[in-house]
């Protein structure tokens, strides 16, 4: 049977005073003492409970400015004395140290007060020292004491504590402790992160709202997600996101980013099978169901418009797992809603962050966010021949396709539509082949057609092929010693080529 502790004294001092009322009526009528500092005293007295200060256990004054409140040994021999050994026992009755039971504590708001865009010296304020020093000394007694560090704990423990009252269970004060523990090392995550800056001298990473998802990318592996997803979407209909659809969720989030004109793309597998940009979200949805009706089966949908009615009801036409959108007329959720595992999606403005890492080997690889975008101002043009202006606009926007495609990557594009791609091929020749292929079996013209490369050509063949199907400019980073063979290629066969000086490699 579980070792069972009644709480008798409770020592209070929270921030966030909100849900903390029916806990502080809840242990008052179970006959729990309580012991605070400041306002949180004086919250509890308003309540009509009585409170004892912490300066009268201590007969010390709350000094530097509130820096030191409860950091006294009366407070935390109370807290950290062992009730089973009797040396402790000793020590707490000779020293007149009352035995603390429970501790409900949160700490200052440091990560809120730096992304306010705070000055330094209220930054720092904010780096609690007494209530993290509550957190660890209660946390690591969880044997005889129970923690609740956060806010985001009160709702357990009011349920704990209706359910059978002040006592608790080692079980339970072992799962307070451990929550405890999250917090504090995310708390500390977020400091060395403030103070390291750019230096990255060390991996600190903390996420919280760990979220189970029914299996990972097969289904004999585990699943997790670690962050606040529904700061970025709301979900308004259908069955639960799997980590595939997470994976095709974030890679379609990156490339509709790209676009600022009305704009539809489908993904499979990551990659864009289908991208369009066109006056109304119906034409774009068109022409990007276009690019690969087939590879479109199943795949996840984005735009970066409102979907209506007349756009909902094409969509609805065909078979696939997720839509993205910043809204959806009424009538068009009634459309799209009708498929019951069907996940719909809202996009919500969230800040993305701008470093990305993987884990690989025995450690983690960071880099920053590819960010970058090109210009019309920043092609450099190294054939005789100029690109008209529809084709530098066709080239950036196949450019911004090849970017978040998997390498070896070749995208070809007109007229604001993705024709047609060849992803993740170890051989640049054979991504060139494989997007002729698709293109020619959807029925493309490839007369004035652009081609977009992730990486530079090492030789002109990718040129030569893809001058003899009748594309007409082609954009790519540069910087292969032998670029100019294909800048020679170019200018004798009337193909115009701009580089950018930017690979956009993407594993």
């Not at 201590?58 to 006294?72: D, F």
């Not at 504590?105 to 730096?114: G, K, R």
């Not at 019309?376 to 396709?401: G, H, R, S, Y």
């Not at 993740?424 to 057609?449: M, Y």
């Amino acid at each position: 049977m579980s070792e069972t502790k009644r709480i008798k004294t409770a020592l209070v001092s929270v921030y966030h005073k909100e849900g903390l009322d029916e806990i502080i009526t809840k242990l008052h009528e179970e006959g729990v003492e309580f012991l605070s500092t400041g306002g949180t005293r004086q919250f509890i007295e308003s309540l009509g409970y009585p409170c004892k200060a912490v300066e009268d256990l201590t007969t010390y004054p709350s000094i530097l400015g509130g820096r030191v409140k409860t950091l006294h040994p009366k407070v935390f021999g109370g807290i950290l004395c062992r009730r089973g050994l009797e040396q402790d026992m000793q020590q707490i009755e000779k020293y007149e140290i009352p035995e603390i039971d429970l501790v409900i504590v949160d700490l200052y708001p440091f990560e809120a007060t730096v992304a306010s865009g705070a000055e330094e010296p209220a930054i720092i304020e904010k780096i609690d020292i007494g209530g993290i020093s509550l957190i660890r000394a209660a946390a690591k007694n969880y044997n005889d004491v129970v923690i609740i560090a956060s806010q985001a704990q009160y709702q357990p423990f009011r349920d704990m504590l209706m359910e059978h009252g002040a006592t608790t269970t080692i079980e339970e004060r072992r799962w307070f402790a451990k929550e405890a523990f999250g917090v504090s090392s995310h708390y500390d995550s977020a400091i060395f992160n403030y103070f390291d800056g750019e230096e990255s001298s060390a991996f600190r990473c903390s996420a919280n709202s760990q979220k189970t998802l029914r299996y990972g990318e097969n289904p004999h592996q585990k699943g997790y997600f670690y962050g606040n997803i529904d700061a970025m979407f709301d979900q308004i209909h259908g069955k639960e996101i799997s980590y595939n659809n997470l994976l095709d969720i974030n890679a379609a989030v990156d490339l509709i980013d790209e676009f600022k004109d009305t704009t539809f793309a489908i993904l499979k597998h990551n990659n864009a099978c289908g991208l369009a940009s066109r006056p109304t979200v119906l034409e774009a949805w068109n022409d990007a169901l276009a690019g690969d009706p087939v590879s479109a089966f199943g795949g996840v949908l984005i735009t970066n418009s409102v979907i209506d009615k007349t756009a909902a009801e094409e969509i609805n036409k065909i078979f696939f797992e997720v839509i993205i959108a910043p809204d959806y007329d009424v009538d068009a959720l009634e459309i799209l809603g009708q498929k019951k595992n069907r996940i719909i999606l809202v996009r919500k403005s969230a800040a993305l962050p701008k470093k990305q890492f993987r884990s690989l080997l025995n450690g983690v690889l960071v880099q920053d966010r590819d960010l970058k975008v090109e210009t019309p101002e920043e092609l450099k043009t190294v054939t005789t021949k100029a690109p008209t202006a529809q084709e530098i606009e066709d080239m950036l926007f196949a450019n911004k396709i090849v970017k978040n495609s998997k390498s070896n990557a070749i995208v070809l594009a007109k007229g604001k539509q993705l024709l047609a791609s060849g992803v993740g091929q170890t051989s640049r020749v054979d991504a060139l082949k494989q997007a002729i292929e698709k293109a020619k079996n959807f029925g493309f013209d490839l007369n004035g057609a652009v081609m977009a490369s992730d990486a530079f050509f090492p030789f002109p063949d990718c040129v030569e092929i893809a001058g003899n199907e009748g594309v007409t400019a082609v954009i790519q980073p540069g910087g292969s010693i032998k670029d100019e063979l294909s800048f020679e290629y170019c200018n004798e066969h009337g193909i115009a080529m701009v580089i950018t000086g930017f690979r956009h490699f993407k594993h």
